[in-house]
């Protein structure tokens, strides 16, 4: 027995997909803007994840996904994954909303292996695939709900395949109509999980279920769950339900926690009268005992010393978008990542190879040593809390060759705002983020030391803000981009990260 705490990742792990093959769980989740994209996690019990993979090094190549057109792909890229395992293969598919295709990804190794990639066009909007004996369907929409046939190795539509309007779900009193479908084919019945959210009473996020015996319907469906664990109202739900090898069922959810993103959760599911029942008494519970095997717990954020034999970084580095491979290095100068400037930018929202993790709930903190000397006029290099409504700690070079410490925020206009500006003549310099998410406080604090021991803090607060212009959880990055002329590097090392019980600065 073990116990399960929700949320089982304190972390922004949205959209998830659960399978189980054999003794072990695989999750995948969107991934939006970082890459490499669709991260694969694996469990041997639904609490502890570890990464081991991902889908793709990069989805497009081209100016939005390159960072290079003053937009980005913020809030589009890979959304809401479906998993599946037939027949020895994995199958991942997913839509992207600002290349209007639908991408299906296989391999025969999840957790070593290369995909092999089929582009369909046209959207399929939070897609299920459904493996229905020797037929591929994959069933998508926001309230008006379709299917599509696909052939048998999902690579395309199939021609003389279904592809139809399935249903229409609730629209009256609903803000939200249903979408996130996962879908399955269970003794004798096929269940279709979606969310929705209504505009009357509680008027949050929930999780229903479509169930009928024949795949084309007509469907029965209830509410399943419509609780927020305490939290602020933010109902538990999206997502699928896995079973144990010993015949248990669980639901794999996520729950909206602010500025940390969207967190899973894992919830007990029974049955009755062939309909699923998730949690207990209409409540999803924060703990419970599982009878699943105990697992260590792997760090899905880590410390690097940047101490690498091959020009690779571990698993837990995402650059936001694509990044430009020949601007950084962590064996140029052994045992230090260097970031070089390229294309300038106008801010770090739009700088290339900004290098970052996610963030923890409910308190984290991230430091590092920067090395100064490679910098130019024009440039400016630090650590980020990342995402739209950022805030940043480093070093900028001004026209004279000055080196001064600051701290910036994203200003109304959208470029960087200094908060606080202070003459600096070491050439290294340690930085440092406090990230507070009890309580929903979501601050982040910044600071800056000559030695790594004492700290002063720089700027104000920032009050962080989850917004739908990202659609992701807040960040920690690594950064250096230039205003003016390229040619200068940053050196990066002793990236310490510490995940917080509780916030103390």
Aim: with cysteine; aromatic share 12%; net charge negative.
């Amino acid at each position: 027995m073990i116990m399960i705490t929700n949320p089982v990742l304190w972390a922004d792990v949205p959209d998830v997909s659960v399978i189980r093959v054999e003794n072990v769980y695989y999750m995948v989740s969107t991934s939006m803007h970082s890459m490499p994209g669709c991260p694969i996690m694996k469990s041997k019990n639904l609490m502890n994840w570890e990464i081991v993979n991902y889908v793709f090094e990069t989805l497009e190549d081209n100016d939005a996904h390159n960072l290079l057109d003053g937009k980005g792909i913020y809030g589009q890229g890979s959304w809401a994954a479906s998993l599946r395992f037939h027949k020895g293969m994995f199958y991942i598919c997913f839509s992207c909303n600002d290349m209007n295709r639908f991408y299906v990804y296989r391999t025969a190794d999840i957790e070593r292996g290369s995909w092999k990639r089929s582009v369909i066009e046209g959207l399929h909007h939070d897609p299920a695939l459904l493996f229905d004996d020797d037929r591929v369907f994959v069933i998508y929409g926001n309230g008006h709900i379709r299917i599509t046939e696909l052939t048998a190795d999902a690579a395309a539509i199939k021609p003389d395949g279904v592809h139809q309007p399935l249903f229409e779900t609730e629209l009256e009193g609903i803000a939200l109509r249903c979408e996130g479908c996962h879908a399955y084919r269970l003794e004798g019945y096929y269940y279709l999980f979606f969310i929705d959210w209504p505009s009357m009473g509680l008027r949050r996020r929930r999780q229903l279920v479509y169930r009928s015996r024949e795949l084309l319907g007509p469907y029965d469906h209830r509410v399943l769950i419509e609780d927020d664990m305490g939290y602020h109202n933010y109902g538990v739900a999206q997502g699928g339900i896995v079973d144990s090898e010993t015949g248990e069922w669980y639901a794999v959810l996520f729950q909206d926690r602010d500025a940390v993103g969207r967190v899973p959760c894992v919830l007990p599911v029974s049955w009755a009268n062939n309909w699923p029942v998730i949690g207990v008494n209409d409540k999803a519970l924060v703990s419970f005992e599982a009878p699943l095997p105990p697992s260590e717990q792997k760090p899905l954020v880590i410390s690097d010393g940047f101490d690498y034999s091959d020009n690779l970084l571990a698993l837990n580095w995402q650059w936001n978008h694509n990044p430009d491979n020949s601007k950084w290095s962590v064996i140029e100068r052994q045992g230090w990542l260097r970031l070089k400037t390229g294309h300038p930018a106008s801010s770090v929202e739009y700088a290339r190879n900004t290098l970052t993790q996610r963030t923890e709930g409910p308190a984290c903190s991230g430091s590092l040593l920067l090395d100064t000397k490679g910098m130019k006029p024009g440039d400016h290099a630090g650590l980020v809390a990342f995402a739209s409504q950022f805030g940043t700690v480093g070093v900028q070079v001004d026209e004279r060759g000055e080196h001064r410490v600051v701290m910036t925020v994203k200003g109304e206009d959208g470029n960087e705002i200094i908060t606080e500006s202070l003459s600096y003549g070491e050439s290294r310099i340690y930085l440092k983020i406090d990230f507070n998410f009890e309580d929903s406080v979501d601050e982040a604090y910044f600071y800056y030391s000559t030695d790594g021991e004492d700290w002063d803090s720089l700027g104000h607060a920032l009050q962080m803000k989850y917004t739908l212009h990202h659609f992701m959880g807040y960040r920690i990055g690594l950064f250096n981009y230039t205003v003016k002329g390229i040619g200068g590097y940053a050196d990066f090392d002793d990236f310490l990260y510490i995940k917080k019980e509780r916030f103390s600065n």
